[in-house]
Nanobody, 116 residues
Framework: QVQLVESGGGLVQPGGSLRLACAAS????????MGWYRQASGKERELVAT???????NYVDSVKGRFTISRDNANYTVFLQMNSLKPEDTAVYFC??????????WGQGTQVTVSS
């Protein structure tokens, strides 16, 4: 199994930046793709960004050009650099890891609030 722990959330003003981190442990060496999802209050969880083991990244259109996902395979960690944050980015952000055939793990979530 894979365990995920997120960090780096908080309160930031519009236009500001935050960097989220997600550290994997357990059988982290089996992880293939990792990603970030978010869930705003009263809304469904949505995909934000994903990155494969070899570094291929994909983003939801609403964050393209503002967010950057990266990965440190040696330390089983994935990052999400969020710039030019907007109030609509406010949500709980969850880390996700996919491994094996059809297996996945979720982190506990970290709150990101963008407000003046």
């Amino acid at each position: 199994q894979v365990q995920l722990v997120e960090s780096g959330g908080g309160l930031v003003q519009p236009g500001g930046s935050l960097r989220l981190a997600c550290a994997a442990s357990g059988s982290a060496f089996v992880i293939n793709a990792m990603g970030w999802y978010r869930q705003a209050s009263g809304k469904e969880r949505e995909l934000v960004a994903t990155i494969t083991r070899v570094g291929t990244a994909n983003y939801v259109d609403s964050v393209k050009g503002r967010f950057t996902i990266s990965r440190d395979n040696a330390n089983y960690t994935v990052f999400l650099q969020m710039n030019s944050l907007k109030p609509e980015d406010t949500a709980v952000y969850f880390c996700n890891a996919k491994y094996g055939v059809g297996f996945q793990s979720w982190g506990q979530g970290t709150q990101v609030t963008v407000s003046s």
